[in-house]
């Protein structure tokens, strides 16, 4: 077998599901023409830098999000394991997006009425931006209060912890390193199990009508 094939059990460290790792010296590509771009670091370091050649050193926990057709380089100098989200964005006329770079504990719990998990956002949740991500964080034995529909879609993380996700009316055993996407409009309800914390970390698109 040649340099290129993949050996046995090869898909077990690398499955389907796990965000791929940057390599050393790995640098990023750009994503496509109009989509912005968020990047949130679960282990290791990159280095962004954008045009005018302002550098950030973005690690564990760390965040950045790239407007739309901003031209910007990550390099990644060990290796590193980022979530990217990339979506088209739904601009609006003269409310172009800014760049933001930031860590999750540096952001503000916010008010959760009738719920007890705490909540951060990573983003501004002002009218420009048409997306955010959701920092949640539950103790063991908590749960969502509310089993919630919306139009929204959500893409979700689990970083730590472990519990039970219903969907619909399926129930499924999830823990750190799991992923779940959310099609709009699906019953959805979390509980919090096991000795530790959980934190998922939750992509949700807002301020846009969704027809
Ligand atoms: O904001 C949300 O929609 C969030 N509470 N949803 C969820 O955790 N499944
Ligand atoms: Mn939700």
Known sequence: S????????WKVTNPTLSPSHLQENSLSGLPPYDAERFIFVVQGAVTL????GISHKLTVDSYAYLPPNVEHSLKCDGSATLVVFERRHASLENQPTEQIV???DQQPLLETPGEVFQLR????T???YDFNIH???F?????????EVHYNQHGLLLLEGQGIYRLGDSWYPVQAGDAIWMAPFVPQWYAALGKSRSRYLLYKDVNRNPL
């Not at 040649?2 to 059990?9: I, M």
């Not at 830098?49 to 005018?52: C, Y």
């Not at 956002?121 to 501004?124: E, M, R, W, Y």
């Open 139 to 147: 103790q063991p034995g908590e749960y969502l209060n509310v089993k």
């Open 102 to 104: 930031g860590s999750t």
């Open 121 to 124: 956002k990573l983003i501004p």
């Open 126 to 128: 002002s009218i420009p």
């Open 49 to 52: 830098t954008n045009v005018s």
């Open 135 to 137: 920092i949640m964080d």
């Open 2 to 9: 040649g340099s290129n094939s993949k050996h046995l059990y």
